[in-house]
Each structure stands twice: as structure tokens, then as C-alpha cells.
Nanobody, 126 residues
Framework: QVQLVESGGGLVQAGGSLRLSCAAS????????MGWFRQAPGKEREFVAV????????RYADSVTGRFTISRDNAKNMVYLQMNSLKPEDTAVYLC???????????????????WGQGTQVTVSS
């Protein structure tokens, strides 16, 4: 079992930065690939970024590539999302999720993720 709690959201002006954190509980955290997703009002949840259990591999959605960076600290059971050059269209609830990772291609589909946090709100004003 893995329980996830996100934090770090807030209100920021366009062009600004935020760092989201996801705290995980569970002794097998390091066995999981961890991802960030987001959901805007009236829209479906969409993939943002994912990181392998070692942190050596990452994938990003095209819309955030070059602006967002995902990282993790397995010693602290933490996953982070550094968000720079924020845009109003980045406004959403951001959620972290995890799935048991056995190597290979990192997955971005929601159906593959077994565990989810409650989310943290990010609002970017123009």
C-alpha cells in the first residue's frame, strides 16, 4: 500500500514558479514509478510527468517540456514537480500517482496508476 499527499499549490502570476511536493507512505515506495497529473475544471485528467523508481528516467507531456521538472528523493519518500514559466493554462488541480514499476517504458495512462493523492490546487493568473 502507498498513500500519497500533495502540497505546495497556490496562486501565482504568469511567468512565476511553484514547487509541488508529494509525500508517500509505505515501505515499497522506491519500487514505484511516480507521476504527476492535472485536472482543470470541466476537463479530463491529463498526464504531466512521470519518473522511474531510480529517478534515472523521466517523461513529460509536450505542453510542459522545458518548463517542468520531476524529481524524487527515495530516502525521504518524496516526489517533486518544479514548475517554471507558468501559464494561465497550467491552472488545475495537480495530483500525484504511482504504479509498481518493473522497468522499461514509463507509462502515462491513468489506468496504469494504482495509487492517487487528493491533489493540490494551482492557479496561474494572467
Amino acid at each position: 500500500q502507498v498513500q500519497l499527499v500533495e502540497s505546495g499549490g497556490g496562486l501565482v502570476q504568469a511567468g512565476g514558479s511553484l514547487r509541488l511536493s508529494c509525500a508517500a507512505s509505505g515501505r515499497t515506495f522506491s519500487s514505484y514509478a511516480m507521476g504527476w497529473f492535472r485536472q482543470a475544471p470541466g476537463k479530463e485528467r491529463e498526464f504531466v510527468a512521470v519518473i522511474s523508481w531510480t529517478g534515472g528516467s523521466t517523461r513529460y507531456a509536450d505542453s510542459v517540456t522545458g518548463r517542468f521538472t520531476i524529481s524524487r528523493d527515495n530516502a525521504k519518500n518524496m516526489v517533486y514537480l518544479q514548475m517554471n514559466s507558468l501559464k494561465p493554462e497550467d491552472t488545475a488541480v495537480y495530483l500525484c500517482g504511482g504504479y509498481l514499476y518493473s522497468g522499461g517504458y514509463l507509462l502515462s495512462e491513468i489506468r496504469n496508476y494504482n495509487y492517487w493523492g487528493q491533489g493540490t490546487q494551482v492557479t496561474v493568473s494572467s
